[in-house]
T-cell receptor, first 118, second 113 residues
Framework: GAVVSQHPSRVICKSGTSVKIECRSLDFQATTMFWYRQFPKKSLMLMATSNEGSKATYEQGVEKDKFLINHASLTLSTLTVTSAHPEDSSFYIC??????????????FGPGTRLTVL | GDSVTQMEGPVTLSEEAFLTINCTYTATGYPSLFWYVQYPGEGLQLLLKATKADDKGSNKGFEATYRKETTSFHLEKGSVQVSDSAVYFCALNSLSSASKIIFGSGTRLSIRP
């Protein structure tokens, strides 16, 4: 099946620094990728939809200047948490939609990145 | 807007017990329905899906049937194993919101040996 990777899997940073998380579709081209945030023992919250070659679409309440998303190629999207603070500590998960057959509406999820801001 | 409601956890069962995790949805039209599983320390994996009414999705002994009349997609397994311990998310593909996936709150399942 389709594979999506994320890097890094775990990152610890100091408050005020910026952190970049990469999401790659390894065996398919993804025109659309999604970024989610998962709080402990909670469901996934969609943060933004990333479209290759255009600006990301952010969900209500998500600061676009805080969470910078770039989808520069059909296999790579990046999420940069700028000026991170402890409240940004969370599990960030990306997914990618494979537009090809046989399941064009299925999203494939990355393994997630655990961010801890000290 | 579209939403998914699933039973609160945690659910604790003994090995070989029968499992049901309830899921109901509210949506415009007839969305695709999914169950995702998240094993400890890992990302989400698609467990099964159904794309239209009366479809049954199945995988690894798990089954769920798309019931339009009751707007439900309950997950069942006849005999659970310790390795099934995970968090299970019911989800739908929202037709009214640019095909975003809407997740339920997740149900943590623990299986005792």
């Amino acid at each position: 099946g389709a594979v999506v990777s994320q890097h890094p899997s775990r990152v610890i940073c100091k408050s005020g620094t910026s952190v970049k998380i990469e999401c790659r579709s390894l065996d398919f081209q993804a025109t659309t990728m999604f970024w989610y945030r998962q709080f402990p023992k909670k469901s996934l919250m969609l943060m933004a939809t990333s479209n290759e070659g255009s600006k990301a679409t952010y969900e209500q309440g998500v600061e676009k200047d805080k969470f910078l998303i770039n989808h520069a190629s059909l296999t790579l999207s990046t999420l940069t948490v700028t000026s991170a603070h402890p409240e940004d500590s969370s599990f960030y998960i990306c997914s990618a939609r494979d537009p090809g057959p046989p399941n064009p509406d299925t999203q494939y999820f990355g393994p997630g990145t655990r961010l801890t801001v000290l | 807007g579209d939403s998914v409601t699933q039973m609160e956890g945690p659910v604790t069962l003994s090995e070989e017990a029968f499992l049901t995790i309830n899921c109901t949805y509210t949506a415009t039209g007839y969305p695709s329905l999914f169950w995702y599983v998240q094993y400890p320390g890992e990302g989400l994996q698609l467990l099964l899906k159904a794309t239209k009414a009366d479809d049954k999705g199945s995988n690894k002994g798990f089954e769920a049937t798309y019931r339009k009349e009751t707007t439900s997609f309950h997950l069942e397994k006849g005999s659970v194993q310790v390795s099934d311990s995970a968090v299970y998310f019911c989800a739908l593909n929202s037709l009214s919101s640019a095909s975003k996936i809407i997740f339920g709150s997740g149900t943590r399942l623990s299986i005792r040996p």
